[in-house]
């Protein structure tokens, strides 16, 4: 999963160097566009459905919050 994460990551960025030490929001790597891009990506990767509510900038620092955030909402590890 992670490095599906990753590679979605890449796709939509691909000037950065994603890995699981990345904080994205910290070192300026994702804007709020990017986020929308990541969560639509995410969605028909997993079959899932984003809440709303869970597109918050903490959700999407690092690798491991978009993991939990997938598990959150239904996806399997």
């Known amino acids: ?12 960025r691909p000037e950065f160097e994603f890995n699981e030490e ?3 929001i910290e070192d300026g790597m994702l804007d709020s566009f990017d986020i929308v891009t990541l969560v639509t990506a995410l ?7 984003i809440d709303g509510m869970d597109i918050l900038p ?3 620092a690092t690798i491991d ?5 997938l ?7």
């Not at 999963?1 to 939509?12: A, E, G, T, W, Y």
């Not at 598990?71 to 590890?77: D, F, L, R």
């Open 65 to 69: 919050s978009i993991v939990n955030l």
């Open 22 to 24: 990345t904080n994205c």
């Open 1 to 12: 999963m992670k490095q599906q994460i990753i590679s979605i990551l890449r796709d939509i």
């Open 43 to 49: 969605d028909e990767m997993y079959g899932i459905s």
């Open 71 to 77: 598990i959150k909402n239904g996806a399997k590890p």
């Open 58 to 60: 903490e959700n999407f």
